[in-house]
Every structure is written in C-alpha cells, then in structure tokens.
C-alpha cells in the first residue's frame, strides 16, 4: 500500500464515471457534477453549538454523471476508490415518497433526493470519488452536495448556496440518521481556491480567509483507523453540550463564557458535562482567533492553538485515540512544524499539520520511523461544489 494520496483530478474522475455509465446503462450522461471533501484547520465539535469552524475544502473530489431514464425509478452505481462496485435502485419522487432503508450508503443519496425543492423524475447516475472514506475528511457530505448539485443541473431548479448546504444537512439528519452539524455542507458547497472559510455556525455568516501556501503546506495524516460516527459516542457529546447550555439558561454553548465553567460545577454537574463545556468555550475562542490571524500569516501562533486544540480534544472532549495522539506527538517539537491536531469527528482518521513546505519530505520520514501504516495528503485549498462539463 503507498503511503502517498494523490488526487485523481477532475478530468480523469469525469472520465472514469462517464465510461462507466456509458457500459451500464447505454447512452451518454447529460449532467455532471461534483463536489470536494475537506479538511478542518481548527473548530471541532462546536458546529452543533453555534460555534464558529474554519474549514477548505480538498481537491479530492465526488463525481456524479447521469440523465433522465424516463422511468418512475431512480438507479444508482457507485464505484468506490478500491474499484468495488455498489448498485441501488429507489422510486422517484414523483411516484412515492422515500424512507430510509437498506443499503445505508443508498440513504445519503436518497435523503437528497427527497429533499431536493422540487419533483424528481426517475434518473440513472453513477457516483466515482477519491475521497477517502472513514478518514474524517467528509466523503458524506461530499456525495450529498455532488448529488444535489447534479439534481440542479438535471432539473433547472437552482437554490441559493445557504440553502443547498441546509437541504443536504437535514438529508443526513434523516435517513443516515447522523446529527451532523452544518460544517460540512457548508463549506462543500461554498469553498474557494486558496482560502479556508471562517463559518459561523449560529448565523451562518461566513468569511474567505486568505491562506497562501507559497511557504507553508498543510500535511494531512490518515492514522487509517476507520471511524464510524453513527454510533453513540457523537449523538452523546451533542447532548452532553446541550445540558450544559440549558444548565446555563442558554440556547447553546455559543453564549457561554470561560466563567461559566464554575457555575457549571456550583450546579453540581456532571464532570464530562463541565468537560465538554469547558473543550467548546475555548475551541471556539481559539478557532476565532486563527480566523483573524491566519491571513496576516502568523503561523507560529496558528500552530500554538493547533496543539491547545488537540490536547483539548482528547482530555476534555475525548474523542482522539491513542493513534491520533502518537501521530501529533510524533509532530510536536519537530524541525519545521508549527502545530499538528487531530481533525474531523475524531475516534480514528486524520491529523492535520502546518509545516514549512521545504520540510514536507522529512517529516513524513519522521511519522514513517514510528508510526506504522499511514497515508499521507499534502493539501492546497481548492473550489466547492460545481457543475461540470460531461
């Protein structure tokens, strides 16, 4: 197995789905879309608590080709990035409404489908990403977005990008069962080259940061310990966030002030309840903080608050593993690197490290000398969502 993720590229996944739906279903697709995955800089597990996030998106990328099938069905082939071939098949919404059921995969497709603004006629379509799944680099909502996306070029009915990202969380809501925040769909639909995007999760007001990489490259490490968020451990840290709001009066942990932290234990609650108030008081001071200084470049302190952020990951919130801790050990006090944390939901998947870009090749001979198996992205901030050329 190659330790090196490389993109495919836009040109080569297009091709790849077109062939492919040519030799399924015969005819030529009329519609193409797609959409990225991404990675997190700094703002993990406050999407749900009204924080503020900073994500871009990655050039790895989800690609739907399809057309209308004149038919009351909807037919779906999905090519995985280990060549595996998955296939469903669902009504349309102008024949019945859809549920959720088995295969799950077929749900985040399906959840979009019935929350598209607008009838669905039956289609066929074939699904092609290289982004890596179970790593937390958002393969979900990369297929959610890509499908919506190819719906608004199948249809003609467009929504605004606010409103895309909405539909296609409430998918995920729905028929995956997953209580995502809005992170994801968000910058998904709305990322642009050479920046990272500053989200406020409580208004939904967003800002460009500037994130130039002539000197600098964001080293992504897969620890390839496969995470899987429809389990408990997410729904319970939402909720523990949630009592500790509604112990403070508040509506969410938005509100909430480093003070807040000893009324919390006045109240006598309990203390993974005060330790998940007190990971999202402060990721959200920090995450605000990176928003401000990331564009005037100032890495070293960037990477001071990447490590607060880990720490704060794994002892306060718990969601980091003893791989994702090794991996940022490894990295903390290396030659080059300014900050490493874990990213995404956590429980497996990636590291994220901002280091001088002349030092890329050393460090990763550094992880490779103590960690065994892992994959590395060396990631540039790419666009969101789009329609393609077929």
């Known amino acids: 197995m190659s330790n090196e993720a490389v993109p495919k590229g836009e040109a080569l996944l297009v091709k790849q789905a077109r062939e492919k739906y040519i030799a399924t279903y015969g005819r030529q697709p009329t519609v193409a879309a797609c959409a990225p995955g991404r990675v997190n800089l700094i703002g993990e597990h406050i999407d749900y608590c009204e924080g503020f996030v900073l994500p871009m998106a990655i050039p790895f990328l989800t690609v739907v080709v399809g057309g209308y099938n004149n038919t009351d069905e909807c037919r779906l082939l999905s090519v995985l990035g280990t060549g595996e071939e998955l296939q469903t098949k669902f009504p349309s919404t102008k024949k019945s409404p859809l549920k959720p059921e088995q295969p799950g995969w077929s749900n985040y497709v399906k959840g979009v489908v019935a929350n598209f603004p607008d ?24 297929i959610e977005v890509a499908i919506f996306t190819f719906l608004e070029g199948l249809t003609g009915v467009t929504v605004g990008l606010v409103e895309k990202a909405k539909l296609c969380q409430k998918a ?25 995007l500053l989200i406020d999760c409580r208004s939904l007001e967003a ?27 997410y729904p319970q840290r939402r909720a523990q966030c949630q009592e500790a709001a509604d112990k403070l009066g508040l509506p969410s942990l938005r509100g909430a002030k480093r003070d807040d932290i000893e009324v919390l234990k006045r109240l006598g609650c309990d203390e993974l309840v005060i330790k998940r108030a007190q990971h999202v ?48 050990n490894i990295l903390r006090g290396a030659t080059g690197v300014y900050g490493a944390r874990m990213t995404g939901g956590g429980f497996g998947g990636c590291a994220i490290a901002l280091v001088q870009k002349s030092e890329v090749g050393n460090l990763k001979n550094l992880i490779l000398s103590q960690y065994k198996n892992p994959t ?11 329609l393609i050329k077929v």
């Open 207 to 233: 800002e460009q940061v500037p994130l130039e990489t002539d000197d600098v490259a964001l080293l992504v490490i897969n620890s390839n310990v496969k995470h899987q968020l429809t389990g408990s451990e």
């Open 281 to 328: 008081i402060e990721e959200i001071s920090r995450t605000e903080e990176v928003g401000k200084i990331l564009g005037k470049k100032d890495f070293k302190r960037t990477g001071e608050l990447f490590y607060q952020s880990h720490d704060s990951l794994s002892k306060l919130m718990e969601v980091s593993c003893p791989e994702l801790d090794q991996l940022v």
């Open 119 to 142: 009838v669905v006629d039956g289609f066929d379509a074939v699904i092609v990403s290289d982004v890596p799944m179970g790593a937390g680099l958002s393969s979900s909502a990369s």
């Open 376 to 386: 590395f992205f060396v990631c540039q901030p790419t666009d969101g969502a789009r």
């Open 172 to 196: 995920e809501h729905e028929f995956p069962g997953m209580p995502c925040g809005i992170m994801d769909q968000y910058i998904v639909t709305m990322g642009k080259r050479e920046h990272a």
